[in-house]
């Protein structure tokens, strides 16, 4: 079945420090792809997408890039900021429903 | 920005109790969701739901789980009969179309069940 795998965490950077959060899947055809990020006490919210292969996502500075020959679709941010400690989920799309990765701690200390 | 509200934010009840989560969809959503998370592992689909039925289901959502949309506004997961396994975070999202994430879909910010 689809399956998504992430880096482990907790992952911890300074203030302007680029950030990377390795995301890999597995699936059958080429499904849409999600970063989403939760806030300490929030919800799960939609961060970026890439809907077919070479697709860059990009909102608030984060990017990902859908490759399919790797099959990963790794976020990246140049320079990360305090505000953005937090929990990022990869996901990919199956029909409508959400097939998500483990998460992945950031915590970036000024 | 229309939002998806959960209540409780958190819920202890005792072993063998039922429990109902509850949720408020965004109001001209059609399609909605359950999703738990046990801490520390992934996020997982509990079930679909649409014109008033269950349109799909994952092997965790066994008979003690059910959904219902009592009075058009709520959307609620049942836990019949609670065991310590069942304690997690639960997560309602809801979609205008589904066709899924990145078209409308929204989560709410969960319901910590703890069972004890």
């Known amino acids: 079945g689809n399956s998504v795998t992430q880096m482990e965490g907790p992952v911890t950077l300074s203030e302007e420090a680029f950030l990377t959060i390795n995301c890999t899947y597995t699936a059958t055809g080429y499904p849409s792809l999600f970063w989403y990020v939760q806030y300490p006490g929030e919800g799960l919210q939609l961060l970026l997408k890439a809907t077919k292969a070479d697709d860059k996502g990009s909102n608030k500075g984060f990017e990902a890039t859908y490759r399919k020959e790797t099959t990963s679709f790794h976020l990246e941010k140049g320079s990360v900021q305090v505000s953005d400690s937090a929990v990022y989920f990869c996901a990919l799309n199956q029909g409508g429903k959400l097939i998500f990765g483990q998460g992945t701690e950031l915590s970036v200390k000024p | 920005e229309p939002e998806v509200t959960q209540t409780p934010s958190h819920q202890v009840t005792q072993m063998g109790q039922e429990v109902i989560l509850r949720c408020v969809p965004i109001?001209?959503?059609?399609?909605f969701y359950w999703y738990r998370q046990i801490l520390g592992q992934k996020v997982e689909f509990l079930v679909s739901?649409?014109?008033?039925?269950?349109?799909?289901k994952s092997e965790i959502f066994d008979d003690q789980f059910s959904v219902e949309r009592p009075d058009g506004s709520n959307f609620t997961l049942k836990i019949r009969s609670t065991k310590l396994e069942d304690s997690a975070m639960y997560f309602c999202?809801?979609?205008?179309?589904?066709?899924?994430?990145?078209?409308?879909?929204?989560f709410g910010s969960g319901t910590r069940l703890t069972v004890v």
């Open positions: 999202a809801s979609s205008e179309n589904g066709r899924g994430p990145g078209y409308g879909y929204t």
């Open positions: 109001s001209n959503h059609l399609y």
């Open positions: 739901f649409y014109n008033n039925e269950i349109s799909e």
